[in-house]
């Protein structure tokens, strides 16, 4: 699942997660690869995208505890509010976001994963990571999020807008229990 998606982000933790995760009725059946989309033509999607790779890093078993604090907090990072701050104060602001669910020896190693490289235009630590994350979704013509692939393929009938009901009939059709 490819997301940048607050609504889809809610639906994985409250309907999706309890049934691929142990006693649920799809575990070991279905493995769901959350997969990051960034939206360029949001200018603070590049940053929020680099923390949430950064929290990976730092301390992966955070990553999803992350990825939903920043979707609560996803207001603080739209364009207009985020307008008349720096990248470095943006990047500051996620650390101190990332503070509430990373360990505090993990922070310093989270600040330091997006602090610029000396060369002008070298990026950060988890730039390359970026750039993966880019490359997998252009090569599979994913341009929206969220995009969900079933088996390797676009499946455009899921919505973000699907709950319970509408999951549960796609998993018994797709899925042998």
């Known amino acids: 699942m490819h997301i940048a998606s607050a609504k889809i982000a809610l639906v994985i933790d409250g309907v999706l997660k309890p049934l691929f995760e142990s006693g649920g009725k799809y575990e070991g059946k279905v493995k769901a690869i959350v997969r990051l989309q960034v939206q360029p033509w949001h200018a603070s999607s590049t940053l ?25 907090n996803q207001g603080d990072y739209f364009d207009i509010p985020s307008s008349t701050l720096t990248p470095l104060e943006i990047r500051e602001n996620l650390a101190k976001l ?80």
């Open 48 to 72: 929020t995208h680099e923390s949430a790779l950064a929290v990976v890093r730092a301390s992966p078993q955070h990553f999803w505890g992350y990825s939903l604090l920043l979707f609560k």
């Open 98 to 177: 990332a503070a509430k669910v990373i360990p505090a020896s993990a922070v310093e190693e989270f600040r330091e994963l997006l602090k610029l490289k000396s060369t002008p235009n070298g990026g950060n630590a988890v730039t390359d990571d970026l750039k993966y994350t880019i490359k997998f979704s252009r090569q599979n013509g994913i341009h929206v999020s969220p995009t969900v692939l079933w088996d390797g393929l676009v499946a455009n009938d899921i919505s973000s807008s699907w709950g319970v009901k509408e999951w549960s009939e796609f998993l018994a059709a797709k899925v042998k229990v």
